[in-house]
């Protein structure tokens, strides 16, 4: 016997997690329980008397559900919790050229322009490059809200905490509308810059697909796209970060990986090549043009056809972003002994021409 849609969400929700005779994925599952917490923000419009042996069936379920989802849920890197199924659930168009915030009702708001500034410092209010919108939490449930920035674009957003964070492009984050007094917690997709507000009673964590990073105050920058190897850099401050079933604490100046499903001990890195595109450039010291051509992919979508040997070739020094990424190339050609035909979203690199 399979699970039987009976229309009410919480009796879905608990049968398919007692179900001993069928599969249900992980997904499912939180397709599930946002449906319950939807119903749950409904006004209840009748009240049904409940035998005693009912009450204690429903209590026994429901105590299962508080084991799975209670106070610890989300703290095992390996376990979902309420921000990362929203997150999983919730994925608004990330191909949209302007940059994007989405709201708890799933309302969109479309910034134009190449960056933009968005803070929730003020209690029940959002300031967008000036503008001032109205989102007070109007019950006790968490709200999300999500900052999609696409290729080629970055955005300055300031917490309710007051924490700061520069979403770089081609980055998706989830974040409370308020932090509330428990623990705040953002998820990411793709690459943020923090500086995160310092309160010893209420841990901040990001969360991404692969680990999780748990701070109280500090700066550090996370690179989390999907499908790349991820990692932390600590500029300022101490962080612990979780990935699989390992863990480990950075210091300033040091920078840890996830590697086959765990992390990397700690090593030493020049930081500013790690943050320089918060001011808007890429800084660069011997680095393998290969792995330039990496970075560039992942921040404007394009996908590089490589023709030549550029094993031996190595960029320093600052490298501009622009809008375009064609500026970007241009620089790159002017600097390097190799040809760079854009068609599209693909790069052609070949040997540079003969004088």
């Not at 134009?112 to 209010?125: C, F, H, L, Q, T």
């Not at 919108?133 to 999300?144: E, K, L, M």
Request: one cysteine or more.
């Amino acid at each position: 016997m399979g699970v039987v849609d009976t229309g009410n969400p919480f009796k879905d929700f608990l049968q398919m997690l007692c179900s001993d005779d069928i599969k249900v994925s992980e997904e499912e599952i939180g397709r599930s329980w946002i449906a319950v917490r939807g119903a749950g923000r409904r006004r209840l419009r009748r009240v049904r008397i409940l035998t005693f042996a009912t009450v204690a069936s429903v209590a026994a379920a429901v105590a299962a559900v508080v084991i799975i989802m209670g106070d610890g849920y989300g703290k095992d890197a390996s376990v979902p919790g309420d921000i990362e199924i929203y997150a999983l659930n919730s994925k608004p168009d990330v191909m949209n050229r302007d940059i994007q915030l989405v709201m708890d009702d799933e309302s969109v708001m479309t910034l134009g322009g190449k960056e933009s500034n968005i803070d929730y410092a003020s209690p029940g209010k959002i300031i967008v490059d000036q503008d001032t919108i109205i989102n007070s939490a109007d019950d006790f449930r968490p709200r999300y809200n999500q900052l999609v920035v696409p290729y080629g674009k970055r955005t300055r957003l300031r917490l309710s905490d007051g924490s700061l964070l520069y979403a770089n492009s081609a980055t998706r984050i989830v974040y409370p509308i308020d932090f509330g007094t428990g623990n705040r917690e953002i998820y990411v997709e793709g690459e943020v810059y923090l500086e995160v507000a310092h309160d010893p009673d209420r841990p901040f964590i990001v969360l991404t697909s692969d680990m999780n990073v748990r701070v109280l105050g500090t700066r550090f920058n996370v690179f989390a796209y999907p499908g790349v190897e991820q990692n932390v850099v600590l500029v300022e401050g101490s962080v612990n970060v979780t990935g699989g079933k390992d863990s480990q604490i950075i210091s300033p100046g040091q920078s840890v990986s996830v590697k086959d499903g765990g992390l990397s001990r700690p090593v030493a890195v020049e930081v500013e090549s790690y943050v320089s595109w918060v001011n808007n450039a890429l800084t660069y010291e011997k680095e393998p043009l290969s792995s330039v051509f990496s970075r560039l992919g992942l921040y404007y979508g394009l996908e590089f056809e490589i023709n030549c040997d550029i094993e031996h070739i190595y960029l320093s020094g600052k490298l501009m972003l622009s809008e375009d990424p064609v500026d970007v190339l241009s620089a790159i050609a002017f600097s390097v002994p190799v040809s760079l035909t854009v068609r599209g979203s693909r790069v052609i690199v070949a040997p540079e021409p003969e004088k």
